[in-house]
């Protein structure tokens, strides 16, 4: 008679729980095999991979795709129900910021180069919870929550069934939206929030009697911005493209300069001084943007177009990172000096600014801007969407796991 334990792991505790491995014994004459019976459901999952870095070719679909197991305790899997994309998924296929994203998964350098692939990309997600870790309280999370995150560079992205994510980096998703909308916000959000709050040090309390510009309105991280910083009273003045200003004007700002109708700083010289500028254009801006500052009032120049990643890709982690460190404390001690101050802004994951934001979602405060919405099938189109710019809202594929692509 077969031990109870592997009686209690045979094909039909396999076929009532497919989620478990299991194993069948074969008893051949005195001989006992261990066959691992684990149902492909299990171990892969539809993905859209790249396998090298380059142009949109090198998306492929695949239905074999490695299924993403927890390793810590307070790791979940996540259901993907949808995955918002933004140009950091265009940059990082052509393998921007790689040396960095290879110190992340790999500190120790002991995987040979290009181990990272097949890479799925997506930061945006929207999704329900699978299975909870160990230590991840019921009290935060448990299975069949449905849950928003932005999904950090390094780690494995939601263009996929399944994604594990760090309980500390998912949020439960605004009730009022559905999963294509909330797949519209997360990672925008959280750039946004590290930018404006952490870095530029404003929150709800202190933004009443705030002038604020935000340079490119129009795009992913400033019609986010726009809406959060309304909602804590800031007044706001963007710039954008003509096109954008019924969307911008839509959202509650104060002020548009359209930047296509001529050099856009002698419109900004004639306004008031701000008190914070956020630039999410990059360029020359640098050259004028601080001079539009407060000074002497603690004033900030924040900008999220930094060298950071391009410098690690070109002169490796250590002369990158001593590169960066001495641009960003030259240019940090040179406008200092005219009593403003120089930031560089960072993407940093962080569920619990996603769980206040979607407090303000549900509480009607931020909406969700989706531009166009693409299945799962059409992951390239929707990346040559992105890479197109010019983004009036956020480029979301529904995932769904019974849509056929080819392979
Ligand atoms: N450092 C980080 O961790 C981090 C994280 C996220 C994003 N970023 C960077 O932040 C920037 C914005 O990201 P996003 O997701 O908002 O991009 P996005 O959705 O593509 O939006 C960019 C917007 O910029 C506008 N634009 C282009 N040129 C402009 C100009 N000269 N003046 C004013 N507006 C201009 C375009 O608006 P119009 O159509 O009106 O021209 C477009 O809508 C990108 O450069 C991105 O790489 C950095």
């Not at 265009?90 to 994203?101: C, E, I, K, Q």
Request: aromatic content about 8%.
């Amino acid at each position: 008679m077969l031990p109870l334990r592997q009686f209690a792991c045979s094909w039909w505790s396999c076929l009532l729980n497919s989620r478990a491995p299991c194993v069948k014994t074969l008893v051949h004459g005195d001989q006992r095999r261990l066959f691992n019976t684990s149902n492909s459901r299990m171990t892969i999952m539809p993905a859209w991979v790249i396998d090298r870095y380059g142009s949109n070719d090198v998306l492929r679909f695949t239905k074999n795709a490695g299924f993403p197991i927890i390793n810590y305790p307070n790791e979940v899997v996540v259901q993907v129900h949808a995955a918002g994309l933004n140009p950091i998924d265009v940059s990082m296929r052509g393998g921007y910021g790689a040396a960095t994203m290879a110190m992340k998964r790999d500190p120790l350098n002991i995987n040979q180069s290009g181990s990272e692939f097949p890479l799925i990309l997506g930061r945006d997600m929207s999704g329900v919870i699978m299975e909870c870790g160990l230590d991840v309280a019921p009290a935060y999370f448990k299975e069949g929550d449905e849950v928003w995150a932005a999904i950090p560079p390094w780690k494995q992205g939601s263009l996929a069934e399944f994604v594990v994510l760090s309980a500390n980096e998912v949020s439960k998703k605004p009730k009022c939206l559905s999963h294509i909308e909330a797949a519209a916000v997360p990672y925008v959000a959280a750039t946004a929030w590290s930018a404006l709050v952490n870095t530029g040090g404003l929150n709800k309390d202190n933004c009443a009697k705030k002038r604020i510009l935000i340079l490119g309105g129009s795009g992913g991280v400033g019609t986010f911005s726009i809406q959060m910083l309304k909602a804590w009273g800031a007044h706001v003045t963007v710039t954008c493209s003509q096109n954008a200003e019924r969307l911008v004007r839509g959202l509650g700002v104060d002020h548009v300069v359209d930047y296509t109708a001529g050099p856009v700083e002698v419109p900004l010289r004639a306004l008031e001084k701000f008190d914070l500028v956020l630039d999410n254009v990059g360029g020359d801006t640098e050259s004028w943007a601080l001079g539009l500052l407060k000074p002497w009032c603690g004033a900030k120049y924040v900008t999220l177009v930094t060298p950071f990643l391009r410098n690690t890709d070109r002169l490796g982690i250590a002369d990158g990172m001593l590169q960066t460190g001495v641009t960003v404390a030259s240019k940090a001690l040179k406008h200092l000096s005219k009593g403003v101050h120089y930031r560089w802004g960072m993407f940093a994951p962080n569920g619990l600014a996603l769980d206040d934001i979607s407090e303000m979602v549900d509480a009607g405060k931020i909406r969700a801007v989706v531009e166009e919405e693409f299945t799962f099938s059409q992951v390239p189109q929707a990346m040559l969407k992105v890479e197109k710019g010019h983004a009036r809202g956020k480029t979301v594929v529904k995932i769904s796991s019974g849509e056929d692509s080819a392979e």
